[in-house]
């Protein structure tokens, strides 16, 4: 597995470096030499933020852990992203080629499979608005999410609130 590694605010050891890059090529079983991960260490006062983001052949798993240090987000990361990973490869592979066969490396048991059913259904129309528009309505409905038709663009866009606080936007091309 190709890793990289990025520094935000923070300075990454030769250490760090190889114990991250020893842990996720224990993930290659899943992947093999194709896939390719990207580590990204911040800090933000005493507190460290890790992302670790994997990708292969279109797939995207990605974990992101903060504590007071970046050794203990590794194993709080990595049993995420082997969990996704996990539950991606169930739906795809058939019973031969089952990951229960594999063993796992951060994991102690097969993780819940079952998706939830999809319990409500909403249809509604969509009118174009500016994104002010769009802000004061998710503050007003007290949602987190926000779907309009954007009167500037034309375009069907998502204003969601972020863990931060702060708002982010999806545009959507069609």
């Known amino acids: 597995m190709k890793t990289t590694f990025v520094e935000n605010k923070y300075k990454i050891s030769k250490r760090f470096k190889d114990v991250m890059t020893e842990k996720l090529d224990r993930l290659d079983k899943y992947f093999g030499e194709t896939a390719s991960a990207r580590v ?51 739906k795809l592979t058939d019973k031969k080629r089952s990951t229960k066969n594999l063993g796992f490396e951060f994991l102690d048991e097969m993780p819940e499979l079952k998706l939830p059913d999809i319990y409500r259904k909403k249809t509604f129309d969509l009118e174009p608005i500016m994104l002010e528009e769009a802000k004061d309505a998710i503050e007003r409905l007290g949602h987190t999410f926000y779907v309009f038709l954007n009167a500037e663009s034309g375009r069907v866009n998502v204003l969601y609130r972020r863990n931060d606080g702060k708002f982010g936007l999806i545009e959507v091309n069609y």
């Open 40 to 90: 990204v260490c911040s800090k933000q006062g005493k507190t460290e933020k890790l992302e670790v983001t994997i990708t292969n052949k279109g797939l995207l798993y990605r974990s992101e852990v903060s504590s007071e240090n970046n050794y203990d987000n590794i194993d709080l990361a990595l049993p995420k992203l082997e969990k996704q990973i996990v539950r991606n490869r169930e």
